[in-house]
């Protein structure tokens, strides 16, 4: 691992991750070990994932994945190109610019973990920052998660266990101190809080944070949601809205938000999910058909596609 010393760019760094898994995890078990022996060097891998966070995504963030078998649902978090590594791209910069950000998303697209996730990021590197994040129940922010003997307690699909996981599975000479309660995380090195709230409509009132996660916002009833949409600003400058749609459809406020231009929306589809998107084709008009996986039609089906180049 002493290429370290020889990148001159985070860019450049981040191109040398593997996005093989077997390879990933070879590549953080050796970054990892060297690491853990070079204070300078662990110096310079902080100061290049915080500049380009996809390298702390792709070589030392894990999250948990429900839908494996036993023994692989601990897997290390590697970023799909391109979307998901332009959302964390975009995410950086209304944080550090100070501007809303919505992400309009297919469910199980992995949003929400990326946000989480990135604003854990800065909750280890930036000194004294503030996040908020929502969602519709509290029991959905927090169920008193916490860490006991190494293992996470609580259930997964509240905001609270995605950063905690995050916290829990970092490599060992990147732990730090921190206190943890409901709905509450402050890291005690660098004085960094993460909050939570219900989205009711006291959602941040009296409160200031750097960045505000608005979770679901579509499943928020709609004079609730517009008074969040209208409001929020007095809690941040930095609003990130993400969701997927739900059943008030195109009246409803965030749908509203997300056609009104006023927002930078990143849309994150099941059509760019490599898992999701096998043998993907639309098509808009009869008798017109736009194959978007050509490659599966190739291997697969390759007579079709010779009778569709004789017609």
Same mark, same amino acid.
């Given at each position: ?183 509450? =995380?402050?890291?005690? /090195? +660098?004085?960094?809080?993460?909050? #939570?709230?219900?989205?009711? %409509?006291?959602? &941040? ?62 849309? =994150?589809?099941?059509? /760019? +999910?490599?898992?999701?998107?096998? #043998?993907?084709?639309?098509? %808009?008009?009869? &008798? ?24």
């Amino acid at each position: 691992m002493s290429v370290l010393s020889k990148i001159n760019t985070p860019e450049a760094f981040a191109q040398t991750i593997p996005r093989d898994l077997v390879k990933n995890i070879e590549f953080r078990q050796n970054l990892h070990s060297y690491l853990a022996k070079d204070e300078a060097a662990q110096k310079a891998y902080l100061e290049m994932g915080f500049a380009v966070p996809q390298i702390i995504f792709d070589s030392s963030l894990w999250v948990y994945d429900a839908d494996s078998l036993p023994g692989y649902r601990n897997r290390p978090f590697i970023l799909r190109e391109p979307k998901q590594v332009y959302f964390i791209e975009r995410l950086k910069d209304a944080i550090d610019n100070q501007h809303n950000l919505a992400a309009d998303k297919s469910r199980k697209e992995g949003a929400t973990e990326l946000i989480c996730k990135m604003f854990v990021i800065y909750w280890l590197l930036s000194p004294l920052t503030s996040f908020l994040v929502g969602s519709r129940k509290e029991d959905l922010v927090d169920q008193s998660i916490e860490i006991k003997n190494g293992v996470l307690i609580g259930p997964h699909q509240c905001l609270f266990h995605k950063i905690m996981y995050a916290i829990n599975t970092l490599p060992a000479w990147m732990k730090i101190s921190y206190l943890k309660k409901h709905r509450f =995380l402050q890291n005690l /090195d +660098n004085g960094a809080m993460i909050e #939570g709230e219900a989205t009711n %409509e006291s959602f &941040g009132a009296g409160n200031r944070a750097v960045a505000v996660l608005v979770d679901e916002v579509a499943r928020i009833e709609p004079p609730t949601a517009r008074h969040i949409i209208d409001n929020i600003r007095d809690t941040s400058k930095c609003c990130i809205y993400n969701s997927t749609h739900f059943r008030f459809g195109a009246g409803h406020p965030y749908a509203k938000l997300l056609r009104s231009n006023k927002i930078e929306v990143v849309t =994150l589809g099941y059509e /760019d +999910n490599p898992e999701k998107s096998v #043998g993907a084709y639309y098509s %808009e008009n009869p &008798g017109e058909v736009t194959i978007l996986d050509i490659g599966y039609y190739k291997e697969h089906y390759p007579e079709i596609l010779e009778y569709a180049e004789t017609i």
